[in-house]
């Protein structure tokens, strides 16, 4: 007998008595308005907001925002970089990025997280080696909760799905919060919405 | 092997005042962040009980949904191993290793895998693991100490052990213990490590068996650059793991950082469901000892754990004694429940390492009975006469707790709900805090072992 069918022979004889799987309900009546709730907690996760003032182009919010960034890889059209992230390359070129613009899937206001996936990323690694992310989102694209998050497509159908919530962070030192432990040192998420495809 | 003493141990950490009152306090700060986000949802006690029955009914279907799992996540491309035991693990794990001339490999925390003791075994093969978690890799620089807590591995040092440990290891400069420059220091040693390792290697926090997917949350985001970086990515993985549906995650994630932190999510909550183009992704689920622990009728319930630790933050004798000195992976409450059944001769002083307090049953969000499974151990234990040893430990421990007045009040604040079944002899045995203090309603003035000798003392030797 394989391992495989010794084990699942030895859990059969041993399951306990059956018990039910209860449903779970979605706990979303009078959820707070999202895009504020979204802020408050994305700030409470040592994320950031920034704001775009009209007229002003994201390229030059993001030069004034990160002076001394050198490689700024983008991968939304909304942003030209100057270093380009072509899908299925070896990850390993992105180690020089500074700052990285992805767009977010969606996000979740409970807990200020922006949701990725393979898609968005173009290649995974590029959301944790970059030094920096900035992230756009449709405001319109938030979710109220965890519960109404889990109900999305992307759970069921992407390879991979991230919740980031705020910045690389660590507190094993003494319990003193530190952003940037591996991952990036900042997340900063701009209300922008999704330009409509161009046919 | 040799029974692990305890109190002991424990009473060389308490011995060292600072370390010790810092561990205390802060473990107790997380608790008290735990008490204002749960403060927060008015369905906190709905979802501690969604989880525990979803824990319930997947447990009592386990076998099923392992196939379903098994099922998906091979349609998706991703292979998966069975290992009935540690060893088996280990060699499997070298093997794929082996398979793809790994000689790095860049891991991310995995309680599993210290259960296993893979990194000495993958050692003698020549393969080097590097830890990529802080507190896990501040662990493993100092001459591979095992993590002395299972959210926070280095949670007994302090910033000056840690500024002389990196010092010595990794050349960082001896006279800054600023944990701002250390954990940047920490970062720049690692960075070279991702990028060289050959493979990634990360635990599970949850497998879903609707999907064939796996969740794994951390804070570093450490676990995604380990998956996302090699051509090749291995998760060790308990068959406890498993949760039925996506939609389960809802309860979870909503419990998990808020119980163990007092935060609202960890920075990072990670879904793998298929490799990358190009890339592989092996799944080893382990049994060692889990199905036997499955037909334990008092005890099968301690599978439901989440590896939160909230346990262990709020309980009075773990803070005080540090986790290393339980001498397990698994310390705290959790690691007094779960270690007797994996040998009890080595771990039969455990269950004595508590004052019966039932904060940790408490503050559980899968509301495992943990204080009644210490309370069964500690029955099992007597019957196989080693009892007049173990009550001498038992005696120090909660003497250490007692002799604190200010500790002590702490611990009977921390009592939300505790059950009152236990037989009389129990309630009101001296080592049960509880107990203690319904017989004397004040804070006890004289210390613990005063108290023994004058009420208790001469009917005990
Ligand atoms: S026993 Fe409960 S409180 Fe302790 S670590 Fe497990 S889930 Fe958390």
């Given at each position: 007998?394989?391992?495989r069918d010794?084990?699942l022979a030895?859990v059969?004889?041993?399951?306990?008595?059956a018990?039910?799987l209860p449903k779970?309900?979605l706990?979303?009546?009078?959820?707070?308005s999202?895009?504020?709730q979204f802020?408050?907690?994305?700030?409470r996760?040592?994320?950031?907001?920034?704001?775009?003032p009209e007229?002003?182009?994201?390229?030059a919010?993001?030069a004034?925002?990160?002076p001394q960034?050198?490689i700024i890889?983008?991968?939304?059209?909304?942003?030209?970089?100057n270093f380009n992230?072509v899908?299925?390359?070896?990850?390993?070129h992105l180690?020089?990025?500074d700052v990285?613009?992805?767009r977010a899937?969606f996000?979740?206001?409970?807990?200020g997280?922006?949701?990725f996936?393979e898609?968005?990323?173009v290649?995974?690694?590029l959301a944790?080696l970059?030094?920096?992310?900035?992230v756009l989102?449709?405001v319109?694209?938030?979710?109220g909760n965890l519960?109404?998050?889990y109900q999305?497509p992307?759970?069921q159908?992407?390879?991979y799905?991230v919740?980031?919530?705020?910045?690389?962070?660590t507190a094993?030192i003494?319990g003193t919060?530190v952003?940037?432990?591996q991952g990036?040192r900042t997340l900063?998420?701009i209300?922008?919405?999704?330009?409509p495809c161009?046919? | 092997?040799?029974p692990v003493?305890?109190?002991?141990?424990?009473d060389?950490f308490?011995?060292?005042?600072q370390h010790?009152?810092?561990?205390?306090?802060?473990?107790?700060d997380?608790?008290?962040?735990r008490d204002q986000?749960?403060?927060q949802i008015?369905e906190w006690?709905?979802l501690r009980?969604?989880?525990?029955d979803?824990?319930?009914?997947t447990l009592?279907?386990?076998a099923?949904?392992l196939?379903?799992f098994?099922?998906?996540a091979t349609a998706?491309?991703?292979?998966?191993?069975?290992a009935q035991?540690a060893?088996?693990?280990n060699?499997?794990v070298g093997e794929?290793?082996?398979?793809?001339?790994?000689?790095?490999?860049?891991?991310?925390?995995?309680?599993?895998t210290d259960e296993c003791?893979?990194?000495?075994?993958?050692?003698?093969l020549?393969?080097t693991?590097?830890e990529?978690?802080?507190?896990e890799?501040?662990?493993q620089l100092d001459d591979?100490q095992?993590?002395?807590?299972i959210?926070v591995?280095a949670?007994?040092?302090?910033?000056g052990?840690?500024?002389?440990?990196?010092?010595?290891?990794?050349?960082?400069?001896?006279n800054n213990?600023?944990?701002?420059v250390?954990?940047e220091a920490?970062?720049?040693?690692?960075r070279p490590?991702?990028?060289?390792?050959?493979?990634?290697?990360?635990?599970a926090?949850?497998?879903?068996?609707?999907?064939g997917?796996?969740?794994v949350c951390?804070?570093?985001?450490?676990?995604d650059?380990?998956?996302?970086?090699?051509?090749?990515?291995?998760a060790?993985?308990?068959?406890?793991k498993l949760?039925?549906?996506?939609e389960?995650?809802?309860?979870f994630?909503?419990l998990?950082s808020?119980?163990a932190?007092g935060?609202?999510?960890?920075q990072y909550t990670s879904?793998?469901?298929a490799p990358r183009d190009?890339?592989e992704m092996?799944?080893?689920?382990?049994?060692n000892g889990r199905?036997?622990?499955l037909?334990m009728?008092?005890?099968w319930?301690?599978?439901k754990?989440?590896r939160?630790?909230?346990?262990?933050?709020?309980?009075?004798?773990?803070?005080?004694s540090?986790?290393?000195?339980y001498?397990?992976v698994y310390p705290g409450?959790?690691?007094?429940?779960?270690?007797?059944?994996?040998?009890?001769h080595?771990?039969?002083?455990?269950?004595y390492?508590?004052t019966?307090?039932g904060s940790?049953?408490?503050?559980?969000p899968?509301k495992?009975?943990?204080?009644?499974q210490?309370?069964q151990?500690r029955?099992?234990?007597?019957?196989k006469q080693?009892?007049p040893?173990?009550r001498?430990?038992a005696?120090?421990?909660?003497a250490?707790v007692?002799?604190s007045?200010?500790?002590?009040?702490r611990?009977i604040a921390?009592?939300?709900q505790?059950?009152r079944?236990?037989?009389r002899a129990l309630?009101?045995n001296p080592?049960?805090?509880?107990?203690?203090q319904?017989?004397i309603p004040?804070?006890?003035k004289?210390t613990f072992?005063?108290?023994?000798?004058?009420n208790?003392g001469?009917?005990?030797?």
């Amino acid at each position: 007998m394989s391992s495989r069918d010794i084990i699942l022979a030895q859990v059969r004889v041993n399951q306990p008595p059956a018990s039910d799987l209860p449903k779970v309900p979605l706990f979303d009546a009078n959820l707070p308005s999202p895009w504020p709730q979204f802020q408050a907690s994305l700030q409470r996760m040592g994320g950031e907001i920034l704001d775009c003032p009209e007229g002003v182009h994201l390229n030059a919010l993001l030069a004034q925002h990160f002076p001394q960034a050198k490689i700024i890889a983008s991968v939304v059209p909304e942003v030209e970089g100057n270093f380009n992230v072509v899908q299925g390359e070896d990850p390993h070129h992105l180690a020089e990025v500074d700052v990285a613009v992805v767009r977010a899937r969606f996000a979740v206001a409970e807990t200020g997280s922006v949701c990725f996936t393979e898609q968005e990323l173009v290649i995974n690694a590029l959301a944790y080696l970059a030094q920096h992310l900035v992230v756009l989102l449709d405001v319109n694209e938030i979710v109220g909760n965890l519960h109404q998050a889990y109900q999305r497509p992307e759970f069921q159908m992407a390879r991979y799905a991230v919740l980031h919530s705020g910045p690389s962070a660590t507190a094993d030192i003494e319990g003193t919060l530190v952003h940037g432990a591996q991952g990036v040192r900042t997340l900063s998420v701009i209300a922008y919405q999704r330009t409509p495809c161009v046919v | 092997m040799k029974p692990v003493d305890q109190s002991a141990a424990a009473d060389m950490f308490i011995a060292d005042v600072q370390h010790e009152r810092f561990h205390d306090h802060h473990l107790w700060d997380l608790r008290k962040g735990r008490d204002q986000e749960r403060d927060q949802i008015p369905e906190w006690e709905t979802l501690r009980q969604l989880a525990s029955d979803i824990k319930a009914h997947t447990l009592t279907h386990l076998a099923d949904y392992l196939e379903e799992f098994e099922r998906n996540a091979t349609a998706n491309g991703v292979q998966i191993h069975w290992a009935q035991d540690a060893q088996e693990h280990n060699r499997i794990v070298g093997e794929i290793f082996a398979a793809h001339q790994v000689k790095t490999v860049i891991k991310s925390k995995s309680m599993l895998t210290d259960e296993c003791q893979m990194r000495p075994y993958l050692a003698e093969l020549g393969i080097t693991v590097i830890e990529s978690d802080l507190g896990e890799r501040i662990q493993q620089l100092d001459d591979d100490q095992p993590p002395s807590h299972i959210v926070v591995p280095a949670v007994h040092k302090l910033r000056g052990d840690v500024a002389k440990l990196f010092a010595r290891t990794i050349n960082s400069d001896p006279n800054n213990d600023d944990p701002k420059v250390l954990s940047e220091a920490g970062r720049q040693s690692l960075r070279p490590h991702f990028l060289a390792a050959d493979a990634g290697m990360t635990g599970a926090n949850y497998l879903i068996a609707e999907t064939g997917s796996f969740v794994v949350c951390t804070n570093e985001g450490n676990a995604d650059i380990s998956a996302n970086l090699p051509p090749l990515h291995v998760a060790s993985v308990g068959i406890e793991k498993l949760i039925p549906r996506i939609e389960d995650l809802g309860v979870f994630i909503r419990l998990l950082s808020r119980s163990a932190l007092g935060s609202p999510i960890t920075q990072y909550t990670s879904h793998f469901r298929a490799p990358r183009d190009g890339s592989e992704m092996h799944i080893v689920l382990v049994d060692n000892g889990r199905s036997a622990r499955l037909g334990m009728a008092d005890f099968w319930t301690s599978l439901k754990c989440i590896r939160c630790g909230a346990c262990m933050n709020t309980c009075p004798v773990y803070r005080r004694s540090g986790g290393l000195s339980y001498g397990s992976v698994y310390p705290g409450p959790i690691g007094v429940i779960l270690n007797p059944a994996i040998d009890l001769h080595r771990y039969r002083a455990l269950p004595y390492a508590s004052t019966m307090n039932g904060s940790c049953t408490s503050v559980c969000p899968v509301k495992i009975n943990i204080h009644e499974q210490i309370y069964q151990w500690r029955r099992i234990i007597s019957e196989k006469q080693e009892l007049p040893l173990l009550r001498r430990t038992a005696l120090d421990v909660a003497a250490k707790v007692l002799a604190s007045p200010a500790l002590y009040r702490r611990v009977i604040a921390g009592v939300d709900q505790v059950s009152r079944e236990f037989p009389r002899a129990l309630i009101y045995n001296p080592l049960n805090a509880w107990g203690l203090q319904r017989e004397i309603p004040d804070a006890p003035k004289a210390t613990f072992h005063q108290w023994w000798a004058k009420n208790r003392g001469a009917d005990h030797e």
